[in-house]
C-alpha cells in the first residue's frame, strides 16, 4: 500500500513531465513557424517570381534555408539547457553570440535576404536568430519592438518598388510576425521554466522544513530524557554510600529512562517520511550538475511507490562517491520498475586516476540492499562505472 505522501509525488512528477512536454511543444512550434515562412517565401521566389531559372537562387535559396532551420534548432536546445542556470552562471557574452550556430545563422540569413532580394525577408530571419539567444531581462522584448519598426519601414519601401507584387503583403505578414511570434514563444517558455524551477524549489523547501521538524521532535525528546537519567544517576552517586538499595533502584529508573528514550527514538523514525525518492533523484542531479557534470536523469512515473527508506541512502552513497572519486564529466541517473522488482542504476565516466568503487561505500550499499532481500552489482572500465541496485517491490517503506 503506498503512503499517502505518494500522491503529491506522483503529481509533481506528472507536472515535470508536462513543463517538458510543454518546453517541446513551444520549440516544435517555433521551428514549424520558421519552415513555413521559408516555406512561403521559398514558393514565391522560386516560382511566382521566377527564381527557379537562376541556379544561384534554385540551388542557394533552399541550402540557406536549411542552415537557418538547424541553426534554431541548436540554438532551442542550446537555450532550453541553459534555462536551467541562474543569473550568475549565465554563458559569457561569446558563447552567446559569437557561437558557430548564431553566426551561421545569421550570415545564412543576411545571404539569403540577398538571394531572395528583399531587405526585410534578411532583417527578418536575423532577428528571429538573436531572438533565440539567451539575453539578459527586458532586452530581447525592446529589441523586438525596434525591429518590428524596421521591417514595417523595409515592407512600405518594397511597396514603393516598381513592382512590388500582388503577394508583397503575404510575404510580408509572415517576415513581420516571425520575430514578434518567436520572441512571445521564448517568453511563455521562460515563464513554464520560472514555474518548474519554483516548483522543485518548494519541494527543497519542504523537505528541509520536514527533517526540521524532525530534529525538533528529536531535540525534545532526547534532551527531556538526558536530563531525566542525568538527575536520577546524580542521585545514585549521592546515596550509594549510604544506602545503596535505594541507589540501585535509582540506577534501574534510569535505564529504563534509557529504553525510553529509545523506543521514543525508534517510533520517531517510524512516524518520520523521508525525502520522496523522486525528489532524492532530483537532489542527487542538480547536486551532480552544480560539479559541474553532464546529468542524465531518468525516473519512472511511479517512483513515488519505491522504497525510499531502503533507496534513499543507496541515492545518497552513490551520489558522494561521485563526487568524492568520479573525477569525470558525465553521470546517469536512472529508476524504473521491471514487474516485481525496483531497479536504480548509478553510472558515471571515472575520469584518469579515479579512485570510485574502490571504498568501502559500495560494501556498506550491499549489506543495506542484502537485508531487504536485493542486489547490488557493478562493473568497471576505464570509460565507465556502473552501479546497479535491485530491490523488491514490497521492500521498505515508501
Same mark, same amino acid.
Given at each position: 500500500?503506498?503512503?499517502?505522501?505518494? *500522491?503529491?509525488?506522483?503529481? &509533481?512528477?506528472?507536472?515535470?513531465?508536462?513543463?517538458?512536454?510543454?518546453?517541446?511543444?513551444?520549440?516544435?512550434?517555433?521551428?514549424?513557424?520558421?519552415?513555413?515562412?521559408?516555406?512561403?517565401?521559398?514558393?514565391?521566389?522560386?516560382?511566382?517570381?521566377?527564381?527557379?531559372?537562376?541556379?544561384?537562387?534554385? %540551388?542557394?535559396?533552399?541550402?540557406?534555408?536549411?542552415? %537557418?532551420?538547424?541553426?534554431?534548432?541548436?540554438?532551442?536546445?542550446?537555450?532550453?539547457?541553459?534555462?536551467?542556470?541562474?543569473? &550568475?552562471?549565465?554563458?559569457?557574452?561569446?558563447?552567446?553570440?559569437?557561437?558557430?550556430?548564431?553566426?551561421?545563422?545569421?550570415?545564412?540569413?543576411?545571404?539569403?535576404?540577398?538571394?531572395?532580394?528583399?531587405?526585410?525577408?534578411?532583417?527578418?530571419?536575423?532577428?528571429? *536568430?538573436?531572438?533565440?539567444?539567451?539575453?539578459?531581462?527586458?532586452?530581447?522584448?525592446?529589441?523586438?519592438?525596434?525591429?518590428?519598426?524596421?521591417?514595417?519601414?523595409?515592407?512600405?519601401?518594397?511597396?514603393?518598388?516598381?513592382?512590388?507584387?500582388?503577394?508583397?503583403?503575404?510575404?510580408?505578414?509572415?517576415?513581420?510576425?516571425?520575430?514578434?511570434?518567436?520572441?512571445?514563444?521564448?517568453?511563455?517558455?521562460?515563464?513554464?521554466?520560472?514555474?518548474?524551477?519554483?516548483?522543485?524549489?518548494?519541494?527543497?523547501?519542504?523537505?528541509?522544513?520536514?527533517?526540521?521538524?524532525?530534529?525538533?521532535?528529536?531535540?525534545?525528546?532526547?534532551?527531556?530524557?538526558?536530563?531525566?537519567?542525568?538527575?536520577?544517576?546524580?542521585?545514585?552517586?549521592?546515596?550509594?554510600?549510604?544506602?545503596?538499595?535505594?541507589?540501585?533502584?535509582?540506577?534501574?529508573?534510569?535505564? !529504563?529512562?534509557?529504553?525510553?528514550?529509545?523506543?521514543?527514538?525508534?517510533?520517531?523514525?517510524?512516524?518520520?517520511?523521508?525525502?520522496?525518492?523522486?525528489?532524492?533523484?532530483? !537532489?542527487?542531479?542538480?547536486?551532480?550538475?552544480?560539479?559541474?557534470?553532464?546529468?542524465?536523469?531518468?525516473?519512472?512515473?511511479?517512483?513515488?511507490?519505491?522504497?525510499?527508506?531502503?533507496?534513499?541512502?543507496?541515492?545518497?552513497?552513490?551520489?558522494? !562517491?561521485?563526487?568524492?572519486?568520479?573525477?569525470?564529466?558525465?553521470?546517469?541517473?536512472?529508476?524504473?520498475?521491471?514487474?516485481?522488482?525496483?531497479?536504480?542504476?548509478?553510472?558515471?565516466?571515472?575520469?584518469?586516476?579515479?579512485?570510485?568503487?574502490?571504498?568501502?561505500?559500495?560494501?556498506?550499499?550491499?549489506?543495506?540492499?542484502?537485508?531487504?532481500?536485493?542486489?547490488?552489482?557493478?562493473?568497471?572500465?576505464?570509460?565507465?562505472?556502473?552501479?546497479?541496485? *535491485?530491490?523488491?517491490?514490497?521492500?521498505?517503506?515508501?
Amino acid at each position: 500500500m503506498s503512503s499517502p505522501d505518494s *500522491t503529491p509525488s506522483r503529481s &509533481a512528477a506528472s507536472l515535470a513531465r508536462g513543463v517538458a512536454a510543454t518546453g517541446w511543444y513551444i520549440a516544435t512550434s517555433m521551428a514549424f513557424f520558421l519552415v513555413g515562412t521559408l516555406f512561403v517565401w521559398g514558393v514565391v521566389v522560386l516560382f511566382a517570381r521566377g527564381g527557379w531559372r537562376a541556379p544561384v537562387t534554385l %540551388i542557394g535559396f533552399p541550402l540557406l534555408s536549411a542552415v %537557418i532551420v538547424a541553426a534554431t534548432v541548436v540554438l532551442l536546445v542550446r537555450y532550453r539547457r541553459d534555462g536551467d542556470l541562474d543569473d &550568475a552562471d549565465r554563458p559569457s557574452w561569446r558563447r552567446r553570440f559569437l557561437s558557430v550556430p548564431v553566426i551561421a545563422g545569421v550570415v545564412s540569413s543576411m545571404i539569403l535576404g540577398a538571394v531572395a532580394e528583399s531587405a526585410l525577408l534578411g532583417a527578418s530571419l536575423v532577428g528571429a *536568430t538573436l531572438c533565440v539567444v539567451r539575453w539578459g531581462p527586458g532586452i530581447r522584448w525592446r529589441g523586438v519592438v525596434l525591429l518590428e519598426a524596421g521591417l514595417v519601414v523595409l515592407w512600405f519601401l518594397e511597396l514603393a518598388r516598381p513592382t512590388p507584387g500582388s503577394d508583397a503583403f503575404l510575404l510580408a505578414f509572415f517576415a513581420i510576425m516571425l520575430p514578434a511570434t518567436q520572441a512571445l514563444s521564448l517568453w511563455s517558455w521562460d515563464v513554464v521554466l520560472q514555474l518548474d524551477s519554483a516548483r522543485r524549489t518548494e519541494a527543497r523547501l519542504a523537505a528541509v522544513q520536514e527533517r526540521l521538524r524532525l530534529a525538533s521532535d528529536l531535540h525534545d525528546l532526547q534532551g527531556h530524557h538526558l536530563q531525566v537519567i542525568a538527575l536520577q544517576l546524580e542521585l545514585a552517586e549521592r546515596m550509594i554510600a549510604r544506602d545503596p538499595d535505594a541507589a540501585a533502584d535509582q540506577i534501574r529508573l534510569a535505564r !529504563n529512562s534509557v529504553d525510553e528514550a529509545r523506543e521514543g527514538t525508534r517510533a520517531l523514525a517510524g512516524r518520520f517520511r523521508g525525502v520522496p525518492l523522486p525528489d532524492e533523484l532530483a !537532489n542527487a542531479a542538480d547536486l551532480l550538475r552544480a560539479a559541474g557534470l553532464d546529468v542524465e536523469l531518468d525516473v519512472a512515473p511511479d517512483a513515488a511507490d519505491a522504497p525510499a527508506d531502503v533507496l534513499g541512502p543507496v541515492v545518497r552513497e552513490c551520489t558522494t !562517491n561521485v563526487l568524492k572519486h568520479g573525477g569525470g564529466q558525465w553521470a546517469r541517473l536512472g529508476l524504473r520498475r521491471d514487474g516485481d522488482i525496483w531497479v536504480l542504476s548509478v553510472a558515471n565516466d571515472p575520469g584518469p586516476g579515479s579512485a570510485v568503487g574502490a571504498g568501502a561505500g559500495l560494501a556498506g550499499i550491499a549489506h543495506r540492499i542484502g537485508a531487504v532481500g536485493g542486489h547490488v552489482t557493478h562493473t568497471r572500465d576505464d570509460e565507465r562505472f556502473d552501479v546497479l541496485v *535491485t530491490v523488491p517491490a514490497g521492500g521498505g517503506t515508501r
